[in-house]
């Protein structure tokens, strides 16, 4: 019994001995490392993004002017053709023979001619002396007019039958970029708007349509009328985007703008002109056209990164006192490259966590990690520690 109560005696001691013997120490948590950047206040001129297709600065579709069978195709599909370059044949005998009947026609009246004006040269004189009456020398006029009209009527047919037969041979009306051919040889040709055989589009320069709302355009012809405004001029200098993303490498110019607004879509067609020396731009692409639509003097910008945007609420953390960050609530404006205009809510000289945003919360002690930061800038680099 004695030796039970001992060592019950003995346990708690021995348990209380080794617990406080084993409790360690929580280790000191470093303040998280963040990247922080300031605001950047400069002119900026921003560009508005416009959805546009691309043509030839001439595109002419080629129809068939006479009925017929196709005989031949003489050019290469996708290749440069010329102008006066011969391109389909069409069958041409229906035609030559319709020649060589009005020029039958035409040897037929001329022959008629001559003997009427033979006639009546031989009747005048004999009218004089009145050997032939007044009737016959009347008659034998009428026949010469007649048969000079005939002459005149077979003429005109001869150069009508000799004009459809030239049709049979289609040539290129300018010379450019020729499509794929819609017809092959055996087909049969007939004339009319529906019956298009193939398009040439002339590549020097490429004309490319986007459209403006009525809203933005109100506002920008608005800006472009104010004395000293800054978006004078910008029509000259016009960006492309491709629809891989990358830039073209020549800068275009506004064309002019259409009459009107069109009623069924609130927007109004403006044409641009863009250099096409590389033949790299072709009719028919979807293209993106940058236009410089606004100018702000001393804008505040800040990296897109940096915002959190919940619930239609733009919000950054700002560094405060004792490294602390707080969340502050921003109104955002117009992009700028990879950048927020900010309209309300930071002052010039503010520094803003550039990254890491997910893992604070306000009042987050941190070490700051100053960053440089420009729009545009391929990557945020570490400012050297001092």
Request: aromatic share 6%; hydrophobic share 40%.
């Amino acid at each position: 019994m004695k030796k039970t109560i001992t060592i019950l005696l003995v346990l708690p001691v021995m348990f209380l001995v080794f617990s406080c013997g084993g409790k360690k120490t929580a280790p000191v948590v470093a303040a998280l490392e963040v990247p922080i950047t300031g605001v950047v206040q400069q002119d900026v001129r921003i560009e508005s993004e416009y959805t546009g297709q691309t043509f030839g600065q001439s595109d002419i579709q080629i129809n068939p002017r006479v009925d017929g069978t196709l005989l031949s195709l003489n050019f290469k599909e996708g290749n440069l053709v010329t102008k006066g370059q011969l391109l389909y044949t069409i069958d041409p005998l229906p035609y030559q023979t319709k020649v060589n009947e009005a020029d039958a026609s035409l040897a037929q009246a001329q022959a008629n001619l001559a003997k009427s004006k033979s006639d009546l040269d031989m009747i005048e004189p004999l009218a004089k002396i009145n050997a032939v009456s007044q009737r016959e020398l009347i008659a034998s006029k009428a026949t010469y007019e007649a048969s000079l009209a005939s002459v005149k009527a077979a003429e005109a047919s001869l150069e009508n039958a000799k004009i459809k037969l030239s049709y049979c041979r289609i040539t290129a009306p300018i010379s450019g970029l020729i499509g794929i051919s819609k017809v092959r040889v055996g087909d049969y040709l007939q004339p009319g708007p529906m019956s298009v055989l193939n398009t040439i589009s002339d590549l020097g320069d490429v004309r490319v349509q986007f459209t403006i709302s009525e809203q933005e355009f109100l506002r920008i012809f608005r800006e472009i009328n104010k004395e000293n405004s800054q978006l004078k001029g910008a029509g000259q200098n016009i960006a492309l985007k491709l629809s891989d993303g990358t830039m073209y490498s020549h800068a275009g110019k506004l064309s002019f703008a259409d009459r009107q607004i069109d009623p069924t879509t609130g927007a109004m067609t403006f044409e641009a002109s863009f250099p096409n020396p590389e033949k790299l731009l072709r009719p028919g692409q979807y293209v993106k056209v940058l236009l410089v639509t606004d100018v702000r003097k001393d804008a505040l910008l800040i990296p897109q990164r940096a915002v959190i945007e919940m619930q239609g609420i733009s919000q950054v953390y700002l560094l405060g006192d004792s490294s602390k960050v707080q969340m502050k609530i921003i109104v955002t404006g117009p992009t700028y490259k990879d950048a927020y205009i900010v309209e309300d809510g930071l002052a010039a000289g503010d520094k803003i966590a550039f990254g890491g945003t997910q893992l604070l919360r306000n009042g987050t002690a941190i070490t700051p990690k100053p960053t440089d930061w420009q729009p545009g800038m391929p990557g945020a680099k570490t400012a050297p520690s001092k």
